[in-house]
């Protein structure tokens, strides 16, 4: 039996990551885990400001943690949909799939600012997402973003924008 892999996705707001999850689930077939299905469900409405992310951001993963380790150690790969946008949430990744014996891939999404406030326009705009950010929130968040490093201890598969679409290395 293949090693399971615990997928993960850093990328700003907008930059695709939801996408990116979706797509590897279906063609690796792992388990797709979204971080704005679980806040939206359990908290809608609540999740306005960076301070009440992280405060329920840090209960989702207190209950997750374990429960993904036992997933990757039953042999199932899992996409999870939350952002891997700083050092400490990696790290939490890390260890998760490290305490399950399995692989973590980082799918890094490097898309320029500008090209991703106004995918989040667009998205604000099609009222599709569970969750509208605006340009001020998008900068917020963004202050927060670390770009992956090689030292952290995860593979990490670089998508660049280019004109026509993302491409990894």
């Known amino acids: 039996m293949p090693s399971p892999t615990l997928y993960l996705f850093c990328g700003k ?7 990116a999850a979706k797509q590897v689930a279906l063609s690796q077939k792992a388990i797709l885990l979204s971080e704005d299905h679980w806040l ?3 908290y809608p409405g609540e999740v306005n400001s960076l301070e009440t992310f992280q405060e329920r951001t840090a209960r989702i993963e207190s209950l997750l943690g374990p429960h993904l380790t036992e997933i990757l150690k039953s042999g199932t790969s899992v996409a999870l949909d939350f952002h891997a946008n700083t050092k400490k949430r990696r790290t939490w990744m890390r260890q998760i799939a490290e305490n399950a014996g399995a ?25 599709i997402h569970e969750y509208e950010a605006s340009d001020a929130q998008f900068d917020q968040f963004s202050r927060y973003f670390e770009t992956p490093e090689e030292a952290e201890g995860l593979t990490i598969k670089h998508h660049r924008l ?5 491409a990894g290395e």
């Not at 280019?162 to 993302?166: P, Y």
Request: proline share 2%.
């Open 13 to 19: 707001i907008a930059s695709g990551k939801s996408t």
């Open 40 to 42: 939206a469900s359990l």
């Open 103 to 127: 692989k973590a891939l980082l799918h890094f999404l490097d898309v320029p600012d500008d090209t991703c406030k106004q995918r989040l326009r667009d998205r604000n705009a099609s009222g």
């Open 162 to 166: 280019t004109g026509s679409g993302l």
